[in-house]
């Protein structure tokens, strides 16, 4: 499956973002999607994911609150909804797709799929 993230871009402190990943190549439904993120000088982290069927989500405590995420498994697509964005959400945001354990939805190890990652910059 081949995944494209979009909607990256230069925002100020409390403002809105809308990422989205699209898939091609092969249906994103039978994937749980992460959403991970890499600033400069840091690991890659975990930021959201949500599990095929799209009942169940998970934030990383930094974003919880001010992300949700959502998917339309008909149109091949994960959003991203970022609210109140603050400047350590600066980072490049990928979003990846995998079948790994659901303990392990979190880790990068989950997923073997990524796209090619979204620059947010978020200024004070």
């Known amino acids: 499956v081949q995944l494209q993230a979009s909607g990256g871009g230069l925002v100020q402190a409390g403002g809105s973002l809308r990422l989205s990943c699209a898939a091609s190549?092969?249906?994103?439904?039978?994937?749980?999607t992460g959403w991970f993120r890499q600033a400069p000088g840091k690991e890659r982290e975990f930021v959201s994911a949500?599990?095929?069927?799209?009942?169940?989500?998970y934030f990383a405590d930094a974003v919880k609150g001010r992300f949700t995420v959502s998917r339309n498994n008909a149109e091949n697509t994960v959003w991203l909804q970022m609210n109140s964005l603050k400047p350590e959400d600066t980072a490049v945001y990928y979003c990846?797709?995998?079948?790994?354990?659901?303990?392990?939805?979190?880790?990068?190890?989950?997923?073997?799929?990524w796209g090619q990652g979204t620059q947010v910059t978020v200024s004070s």
């Open positions: 949500i599990r095929w069927s799209g009942g169940y989500t």
């Open positions: 990846a797709a995998g079948r790994g354990t659901l303990g392990l939805i979190r880790s990068t190890s989950s997923y073997g799929y």
């Open positions: 190549g092969r249906a994103l439904s039978t994937y749980n």
